[in-house]
């Protein structure tokens, strides 16, 4: 089993392969670099050179994306409608670090103010933004995967910042994965053993800012409730953190069938 | 062994007795990815695209740099289109009822 560690995502990355040849195990580590690398790069919120950056800084309403663009963005506006807008890349966007004129700002954080057609991205207006924060990860872990399939790899890990994915076994045991207490980061509230499937937990413990005191979570949430973790299996990475976002966001939504909670924390 | 899911930016590996821990198998078979479908796919867009620059059969002979550059374009798209189709795979076969918003286009 080679294990390589990265930083990605402002986040600490590690894929775990089974190979008999450590050169290609070294060429499937750098590959899976380059392409969270390029993923982080042109989606950033905040890099200026970003095609996101630029889309979201726009000075006409028309605008065309490039295919990659248009194809994350699909899938955005698709989980937006499936969960009932609890997952939505442009309230994310619009509202972030947004703690003020809420009331005036929500009509505009909506993907029904953006559609895709093609390559033309068109907004209904000028203030809509996208944040692809709770998306790219997760389909980097999701593509990092794909890569590693098409290379012949047969058991992997990726574990980009606890998005994690996994196919076959670790030395012929199911890969056993520990969900951390959000009270206690030192302890485990379960451990669950992941087959050819993928895991996310979202949380408001973790990632938070801080200002005048007062604690903002990475999720925005317009009406509260109490739950504080929830840990989701799906057969991509993309449905394990879209539906565990939207869960924190609204936990009555349905589930598809292919949607497990395995962990929830209130 | 057993790998931390955590969602903080930082985290860390832990020992411990997994081999006794309490697992329900919470694992479900709708849960898990359609791996025989998935991986045929795979092969044939691995036979198209990334072997196809090297010649050699069965691992990827080309310098990361060489790897990246030639072949980038053609897998990013077909990356995507793969993971669309894997994704929309679990939407059909799990009779969601929300196929009428599937509108993605693999």
Same mark, same amino acid.
């Given at each position: ?33 380059? %392409?969270? $690398? ?18 979201? %800084? ?37 509202? $972030?670090? $947004? ?29 809509? $933004? ?87 979570? %990475? ?38 069938? %292919? ?8 | ?106």
């Amino acid at each position: 089993m080679y294990t390589h560690k990265f930083e990605a995502f402002t986040t600490l990355c590690e894929l775990q392969l089974e190979s008999d040849c450590e050169l290609s195990a070294n060429i499937l580590a750098d590959d899976i670099l380059f %392409h969270a $690398k390029r993923l982080e790069t042109n989606y950033s919120y905040f890099n200026e050179n970003s095609e996101l950056y630029q889309i979201n %800084h726009r000075d006409q309403n028309s605008l065309h994306v490039s295919d990659e663009f248009a194809g994350l963005l699909q899938l955005a506006l698709f989980y937006s409608e499936i969960t009932n807008g609890a997952f939505d890349v442009a309230m994310a966007g619009t509202l $972030k670090d $947004k703690r003020e004129n809420y009331e005036v700002i929500i009509p505009f954080a909506s993907s029904a103010c953006m559609k895709i057609d093609g390559n033309i991205l068109t907004f209904s207006n000028s203030i809509t $933004k996208i944040d692809f924060g709770g998306l790219v990860k997760e389909y980097a872990v999701d593509q990092s995967m794909l890569i590693l399939q098409l290379a012949g790899i047969t058991s992997a890990l990726v574990n980009f910042g606890g998005d994690i994915a996994v196919i076959g076994t670790c030395e012929g045991e199911k890969w056993s994965i520990g969900i951390q207490d959000p009270l206690n980061e030192h302890e485990n509230i379960e451990i669950i053993k992941l087959e050819a499937s993928s895991l996310c937990t979202s949380g408001h413990s973790k990632r938070y800012k801080e200002i005048d005191g007062k604690r903002f979570s %990475h999720i925005i949430t317009l009406e509260k409730n109490d739950l504080k973790q929830i840990s989701i299996i799906a057969p991509t990475t993309i449905d394990a953190g879209v539906w565990s976002t939207a869960l924190l966001a609204n936990p009555e939504l349905q589930l598809p069938n %292919h949607i497990k909670i395995v962990s929830k924390v209130l | 062994m057993t790998i931390n899911n955590t969602t903080q930016a930082s985290y860390t590996r832990v020992n411990t007795q997994s081999q006794n821990t309490s697992s329900a198998n919470t694992q479900q078979v709708a849960t898990t990815r359609d791996t025989a479908s998935f991986s045929e796919a795979a092969k044939q867009l691995a036979q198209e695209h990334v072997h196809s620059q090297s010649g050699a059969s069965g691992t990827w002979s080309q310098s990361p740099a060489q790897s990246t550059q030639q072949n980038t374009q053609a897998s990013t798209t077909d990356l995507q289109s793969l993971l669309m189709k894997s994704i929309l795979s679990a939407y059909s076969n799990s009779g969601s009822q929300n196929s009428k918003s599937m509108n993605l286009t693999a």
